[in-house]
């Protein structure tokens, strides 16, 4: 059992790694640079990180079954992110219709603003 257990959190950090890979290129399209798109990612990463011990940490102490609690948020991460490309579909839809009703020219730091946090919404709770 210990060494089934030690290649699913291997597994899981590979595929934590291959997912921030997929989310920066997407995000590329998004910001137009890899820059941004990179600094956001690592952010929303770091930030999901920090809530997600600060939230999850107090059930994983009291769990009976804390094996089963962290399998069960593997599968959701894993449901959320083969969702990931529709719920991006969704965001974009979302942004056309805010950033029309607003002013903003291309290179401006509201619309830069805007899409961090956009984009910010749609990664963190996969992080």
């Known amino acids: 059992m210990p060494i089934l257990l030690l290649a699913c959190f291997f597994l899981s ?3 934590g790694l291959v997912l921030e890979v997929v989310w920066v290129r997407q995000l590329t399209q998004v910001f137009g640079g890899a820059t941004l798109a990179i600094s956001t990612v690592l952010a929303t990463f ?5 809530l997600g011990a ?3 940490g ?3 102490d009291r769990a009976r079954d804390p094996l089963r609690l962290y399998g069960g948020m593997e599968l959701v991460i894993g449901a959320y ?3 990931y490309p529709m719920i991006m579909r969704a965001a974009e ?3 056309t219709g805010v950033s029309g009703g607003l002013d903003l020219s291309s290179g401006s730091a509201g619309l830069l603003a805007m899409k961090f946090v956009l984009s910010f ?3 963190i709770v996969p992080t």
């Open 54 to 56: 600060w939230y999850w």
């Open 46 to 50: 770091m930030g999901g990180l920090a």
């Open 81 to 83: 992110c083969v969702a």
């Open 121 to 123: 919404l749609t990664l």
């Open 93 to 95: 839809g979302m942004f």
């Open 13 to 15: 950090g590979a595929s």
């Open 58 to 60: 107090k059930y994983a």
